[in-house]
């Protein structure tokens, strides 16, 4: 069984790879999501079982504040509970081996092997790092083994988030997970950008908005893609809701430039296709603006503030 947690679409997105190599070896495989990131996964694996997995309905403030943060990671210690009750009946009810668990800390057994999938092993906190880093070592002291979608060395992608000290958890990097495969060569231009949004709300409606503000004002010939894998068409040329992985990956290469979150599944992602991008961090989610900074130098990427957004000439 394959959960990934539902802030946003990273999570999901970087476990199609996994799941295509489990049916490879012949494994049966049951699919554990709700809402977008179900959508998403039953589109790419329509034939595969699935059990809807309530998500944690996390917000991000338009203030983009840490407090908010905070407040939710006290309400997710409450999830992870129920999480934990559930995933327990799914046990008793379907006979599971293994089950491969993408940052949800409450889908683990005593009973069957249980692996976590995480890049964050010492998150980054505006506080009290010390003390959140031991609370999560406890919930990783829970699984059986941790998978590091990262490079074991110096040349890697996370950077202290997994690469901080040792690690005492039974371990294994196992290099970038992308849903995309690196291409031999990159076919010519077609759009000057490519947005691809995703992740909690009201921040990433808020981004759509400035995108779209930004690609008017300089006339730019662009693609967005919402992130959206339930919501109707919109009807408009160049904007989609949602493309499945082959789709989205041949959009990104016929794109000079890609606009995304500075999330670490998009990096794992453009890494792989070797694609020049604008990250853009959500407001106030301290992951995704340390991974800003750590790439910021980088030739591949350019980093700018969602509030400071302008998408000028020099970027194409």
């Known amino acids: 069984m394959v959960c990934p947690l539902d802030w946003g679409l ?31 996964l039953k589109q790419e694996f329509p034939e595969l079982e699935t059990i809807v997995v ?27 509970k129920e999480e934990k009750k559930l995933i327990d009946q799914i046990i008793r ?28 092993i010492f998150v980054k906190a505006p ?12 919930l990783l002291d829970k699984f059986n083994e941790v998978w590091i979608p990262d490079y074991e060395g110096d040349n890697n992608l996370s950077g202290d988030l997994s690469h901080l000290k040792s690690i005492r958890q039974k371990h294994r990097f196992i290099g970038p997970l992308s849903r995309f495969e690196k291409p031999r060569e990159l076919p ?17 409606t808020i981004l759509e908005e400035k995108v779209r503000e930004q690609i ?40 000079k430039r890609v606009l995304c979150r500075s999330g670490y599944s998009s990096i794992m992602d453009l890494v792989t296709l070797g694609k020049s991008a604008i990250l853009i961090p959500t407001p106030g989610q301290t992951e995704q603006e340390y991974l800003a900074e750590f790439h910021k130098n980088s030739d591949q990427f350019d980093v700018q503030l969602q509030d400071e957004l302008e998408l000028d000439w020099k970027l194409f």
């Open 10 to 40: 990273g999570h999901a997105t970087r476990c199609i790879p996994l799941i295509k190599k489990f049916l490879n070896e012949g494994n049966r495989v049951i699919l554990g999501a709700d809402k977008n990131p179900l959508s998403l």
């Open 54 to 80: 309530p998500g944690y309905e996390v917000e991000y403030s338009e203030s983009g504040s840490w407090i908010q943060l905070l407040i939710e990671s006290l309400r997710f210690r409450n999830f992870i």
């Open 93 to 120: 009810e379907h006979p599971i081996d293994l089950i491969v668990s993408d940052n949800r800390y409450g889908f683990y057994s005593n009973q069957v092997q249980s692996i976590l999938i995480t890049h964050q």
């Open 127 to 138: 506080v009290a790092e010390p003390l959140i880093h031991k609370q999560i070592g406890k």
């Open 188 to 204: 010519e231009s077609i759009y000057d950008l490519c947005a691809v949004l995703s992740g909690p709300e009201p921040q990433r």
């Open 216 to 255: 008017r004002k300089h006339g730019l010939n662009a693609a967005v893609v919402r992130g959206l894998p339930n919501a109707e068409p919109t009807g408009e040329a160049g904007i989609f809701n949602h493309l499945p992985a082959d789709k989205l990956q041949d959009l990104m290469l016929k794109s």
